[in-house]
């Protein structure tokens, strides 16, 4: 989980990762960090993220984005 | 059967009352009979295409549930083949013979009305099925609906299945209180629609067809042209949401105060909206995601390092995402030109963001800087203006032209407009209205932008004060508004 705050923090350093659980809903995170984020996820992971994914539940908390990256990691 | 006319207000008055009268079992399927009475009185030779899109998608829906792989490809191909075939068969022909001196005769093509705004519409619903966002739509006739929605079906705005359907599909009571709602914006879109946009169509028209001898009003121009797209569209669709409202229909919102965006970027996620998100989640994920530009991506990391690596797929991606809703826009260079300036300003703000953040750090601007907000605002406005040049101009030379024009040949007139053409006679009657509809818009637009809901307010107000600001309304279209010069009746309808 830290690591993944560390890479959200390096794309869009203006949120608080830790509470936070609307980061789409509040236009805190657009499409480009969402799919800087993708990027940098599929490579510390190993993961793919496919289009399917891209829905706001996956991305509105860390925590949210957590639970993907260990679903995709099966 | 323009939404400017007599007749389709009847038709929706009949539409409305019937709603509530029949069986409340039966309210969908009125609702069906309606939309295809009215896309059948916009031409019947019409009527193919959209049959055509529905069945294709609909059993393609089906396909895809079942986890066939070829569903999506086959079925997006038969959808966008025949839009590709219909809109842009005489400007590949076109261009063929320019490049190859080849003398193809062009074709005779009916262009369906909105038959991009159901394309995009089923293909949206196609991929939410494959996508297994939603289930698909086992019943042939409410899937017919979903894709014909009468008021919608012209110009959008571009549903998606999992908000739209249910509230299709529903039972409802009659509520007077939602009847008045969606009168009161039906109102609205018709003073923008008719006092705004029509009469700036007039300065719009004569100074762009007539720009080798009406050299330097260039700027007026593109300025009117703001104007008459913004009333023109945006008016357009609170025409269907008021029509929608009275149904007890609620469609996505399409437009959130474009003017008072900071970036482009920014502008396009409160202009056209449900094109915006439709292209974001259809197209630019998608396509950010595919393989080969994964491959891309990783190239870049490696040779440009990895916060630029990282950008510039998403980058091209953009570029490629505008040059689509360049050729959405029409069959033509300049509007390529139009869709390119969107995607290149959009996609070199992303590969400079971080540099704009240090810049601005330096000169001490912070994150409340009323100052910076408005010029930021300025700035996406001029941009925005550059852009009409290209999306309205004939040709990238004309727009070109008439930018260049623009600054060193400036002039300004009121006059410009030919008075037999204005309906009062005097091009300064009609270049007032316009101005007096643009400040009203302006004052609405500052109230929803501070998060104050206009019509709410306004529906808390005593009857004589709701009385007197409907009848100024209604008034403004009698007296200072005029005729629609734009074939079937609004700009976007031509998509």
Redo the contacts between chains.
């Keep these: 989980m830290d690591e993944l705050i560390e890479i959200l923090e390096d794309i869009q350093p203006d949120a608080d990762y830790e509470t936070c659980t609307t980061l789409i809903d509040d236009g805190i995170l657009d499409s480009f960090a969402i799919l800087s984020i993708v990027s940098e996820l599929e490579d510390a992971y190993d993961i793919r993220i496919t289009p399917a994914e891209i829905i706001p539940e996956n991305f509105n908390s860390a925590k949210a984005l957590y639970e993907m990256v260990q679903r995709l990691q099966g | 059967m323009s939404f400017v006319s007599v007749e389709f207000l009847a038709f929706t008055a009949i539409c409305t009352a019937g709603y509530y009268l029949i069986p409340k079992r039966c309210q969908w399927v009125w609702l069906l009979i309606f939309s295809y009475i009215y896309y059948l009185a916009q031409g019947p030779q019409y009527i193919f295409f959209i049959l055509f899109a529905t069945v294709v998608t609909y059993l393609g829906g089906l396909w895809a549930e079942n986890g066939s792989k070829a569903a999506v490809p086959v079925t997006l191909l038969l959808d966008f083949g025949m839009l590709a075939a219909v809109k842009y068969t005489n400007f590949m022909i076109g261009n063929l013979n320019g490049l190859f001196g080849t003398e193809i005769r062009e074709m005779k093509l009916l262009l369906p009305l909105g038959i991009s705004f159901y394309t995009f519409q089923a293909t949206g619903y196609l991929l939410d099925v494959?996508?297994?966002?939603i289930r698909a739509e086992r019943n042939p006739f409410r899937f017919a609906l979903f894709l014909s929605f009468f008021p919608q079906i012209l110009q959008g705005p571009i549903g998606r299945y999992s908000r739209l359907a249910d509230s299709l599909y529903a039972e409802r009571e009659f509520d007077m209180d939602r009847i008045l709602r969606g009168m009161y914006r039906i109102v609205w879109g018709f003073f923008k629609k008719i006092v705004i946009a029509d009469n700036a169509a007039l300065y719009v028209n004569t100074i762009f067809d007539q720009y080798a001898t009406l050299r330097g009003y260039g700027l007026l121009g593109v300025l009117m042209y703001s104007a008459q797209l913004y009333g023109d569209f945006s008016g357009g669709i609170d025409v269907v949401c008021g029509i929608a409202e009275m149904l007890g229909i609620t469609l996505d919102e399409n437009f959130r105060q474009p003017f008072f965006a900071v970036s482009i970027?920014d502008f396009w996620?409160r202009w056209h909206i449900t094109l915006g998100t439709w292209m974001?989640?259809y197209l630019?994920?998608?396509i950010?995601?595919s393989g080969w530009m994964?491959r891309f991506?990783k190239w870049c990391k490696k040779h440009m390092g990895k916060s630029v690596g990282?950008?510039m797929?998403?980058c091209a991606?953009n570029v490629i995402v505008f040059l689509v809703v360049g050729v959405w826009h029409g069959p033509a260079w300049h509007n390529i030109a139009y869709g390119l300036y969107n995607g290149v300003i959009i996609g070199v703000s992303?590969l400079l963001?971080k540099n704009y953040r240090d810049i601005r750090k330096r000169l001490g601007i912070g994150k409340d800087s009323r100052w910076f907000f408005i010029f930021q605002i300025l700035r996406t406005f001029a941009l925005v203006n550059i852009s009409w040049y290209f999306d309205r101009a004939g040709s990238v030379g004309q727009a070109l032209m008439m930018m260049r024009d623009s600054i060193l040949r400036f002039s300004f007139s009121i006059n410009v407009v030919d008075a037999g053409a204005c309906w009062s006679g005097s091009p300064a009657v009609t270049f007032a209205a316009i101005i007096f509809g643009c400040a009203v818009l302006f004052l609405h637009s500052i109230m929803e932008e501070r998060g104050t809901d206009v019509g709410e307010v306004l529906r808390q107000k005593p009857l004589p004060v709701r009385f007197a600001v409907l009848l100024l309304l209604v008034l403004s279209l009698v007296l200072i508004g005029s005729e629609p010069l734009s074939q079937g009746g609004f700009i976007y309808a031509n998509f």
Excluded: E, N, V
């Design positions: 494959h996508w297994k966002r970027t996620h974001k989640d630019f994920y998608p950010s995601l994964g991506g990282r950008t797929p998403i991606a992303g963001a």
